[in-house]
């Protein structure tokens, strides 16, 4: 007998504290490193569009950043484009920690938007390896029941990949009867430009560690094929609030910098299958998360 189920496509937004684990998941999902994942809170600023193509089903992520309080305007950009995010989807993913339980901070994610926006939620409970009872498995499960009417409960371990297939088959049950909404080639929208910025901005996050917390931005400012030379030249500006901050940045005798860029290039390079040359700057631009035009050349939507 003929299988006569259709083809199903949508939008799904992943919601929950900062490093409940949403770039690991999506991560896992799409196989291919989109969103950066650091042990740092809050390293997503952007929208990160990923998209799985399955025989049956295409699913669009929408990697939100985490729900942050703040009142710079970094902050309210972030917060406008995780609520875009969740009014545009068609089914919400609400990510808590297995091994912290339901914390205030989710408690208000659930109040303040799953329950307002009334819309297919599944809730993943995420970093079951990190429980050191599994037997607080159940009541988490049991508690989770009562707060909300969630159409899915899922344990998962997205460092493992335990459950992962159980939750993209519960993504595809909530989807809309939809034709592909995207080309198969195509895993993300984001363009060039702004993904080359996140890998850019992770070696720094990774390299410079606790003293450079969140205040350094990158802009590419241009991307340029030489055809005959198998050649891309990238400039790029790191932007930094302070003087000292751009002298950790650059390092005793540049080595910073250095290791920075040799990173960066190595990972450009490997993703664009083409010899890199990456020009780094490090400009002081103070309150720089103030900076309306400047959020805009970064990619944040306001
Ligand atoms: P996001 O801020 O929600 O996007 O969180 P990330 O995906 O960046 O993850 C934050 C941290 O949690 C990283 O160090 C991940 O490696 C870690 N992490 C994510 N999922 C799991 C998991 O299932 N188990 C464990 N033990 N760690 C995880
Ligand atoms: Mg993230
Ligand atoms: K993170």
């Known amino acids: 007998m003929e299988q006569d189920k259709k083809f199903k496509a949508g939008f799904v937004a992943l919601i929950g ?10 991560n896992n999902i799409l196989g291919t490193k989109l969103s950066i994942v650091s042990p740092k809170p809050q390293t997503t600023r952007m929208r990160i569009l990923g998209v799985k193509h399955d025989k049956d089903a295409q699913i669009i992520f929408l990697d939100t950043p985490g729900v942050q309080k703040g009142k710079d305007l970094l902050t309210k950009v972030v917060m406008e484009s995780a609520v875009g995010s969740m009014e545009e989807a068609d089914i919400i993913v609400m990510i808590i920690e297995a091994d912290k339980g339901w914390t205030k901070e989710d408690e208000q994610i659930l109040e303040n938007y799953i329950k307002k926006l009334n819309k297919p939620t599944i809730l993943v409970i995420n970093k079951i ?3 050191k009872d599994k037997r607080l498995l159940l ?20 460092i493992k990949g335990e459950n992962i297939d159980r939750f993209v088959d519960a993504l595809k049950k909530y989807l809309p009867e939809s034709p592909p909404l995207f080309p198969e080639d195509q895993i993300t929208d984001l363009p060039l430009r702004f993904y080359i910025a996140e890998i850019i901005r992770e070696k720094i996050f990774h390299n410079t560690r606790q003293e450079l917390p969140y205040s350094a931005a990158v802009e590419v400012e241009s991307i340029q094929e030489i055809e005959d030379k198998n050649l891309v030249v990238i400039n790029a500006v790191i932007y930094v609030e302070k003087e000292n901050h751009k002298g950790i ?13 040799i990173q960066a ?6 993703i664009l299958g083409k010899k890199v040359h990456l020009n780094l700057w490090v400009k002081v631009k103070p309150r720089w998360k103030e900076d309306i035009r400047l959020l805009k ?4 939507q306001y």
Do not use: C, W
């Not at 009541?139 to 997205?158: C, D, G, R, V, W």
């Not at 050349?297 to 944040?300: I, P």
């Open 297 to 300: 050349l970064l990619g944040y």
């Open 17 to 26: 504290r900062p490093n409940v684990g949403k770039s690991t998941i999506m």
């Open 139 to 158: 009541p988490l499960i049991e508690e989770s029941t009562q707060k909300y009417n969630f159409a899915e409960i899922i344990p998962m371990s997205a």
């Open 265 to 270: 290039r190595e990972e450009i390079e490997s």
């Open 129 to 131: 390896d990190k429980m």
């Open 249 to 261: 940045i650059i390092g005793r005798k540049g080595q910073m910098l250095k290791k920075i860029g």
